[in-house]
């Protein structure tokens, strides 16, 4: 059964930093491209980052040179890394294998 588990959303000022985690399982994570959307108030669902299985990267221009995707093979774990962030990040943020998401994790980038 694959499960995909999101952590390591809050609240933060804008300019601040959060790395969101996600926890996979019930397949060979190694293999597989990752892939990271976020869904806003009211907004469809937007493509964040992709990152492949030979660590190949790939970014929405919202996102570019502020936020780094990454994994870590040995921990089955998708990682972000979002520095640098506006009001306009706020959202849901999910991991995605495939057609499969988690539940995800709120930010909220709010003075």
């Known amino acids: 059964q694959v499960q995909l588990v999101e952590s390591g959303g809050g609240l933060v000022q804008p300019g601040g930093s959060l790395r969101l985690s996600c926890e996979v399982s019930?397949?060979?994570?190694?293999?597989?491209?990752m892939t990271w959307v976020r869904q806003a108030p009211g907004k469809e669902l937007e493509w964040v980052s992709d990152?492949?299985?030979?660590?190949?990267?790939y970014y929405a221009d919202s996102v570019k040179g502020r936020f780094t995707i990454s994994r870590d093979n040995t921990k089955n774990t998708l990682y972000l890394q979002m520095n640098s962030l506006k009001p306009e990040d706020t959202a849901v943020y999910y991991c995605?294998?495939?057609?499969?998401r988690g539940q995800g994790t709120q930010v909220t980038v709010s003075s």
């Open positions: 995605q294998m495939d057609q499969v």
């Open positions: 019930g397949f060979t994570f190694r293999y597989v491209q």
């Open positions: 990152i492949n299985s030979s660590g190949r990267t």
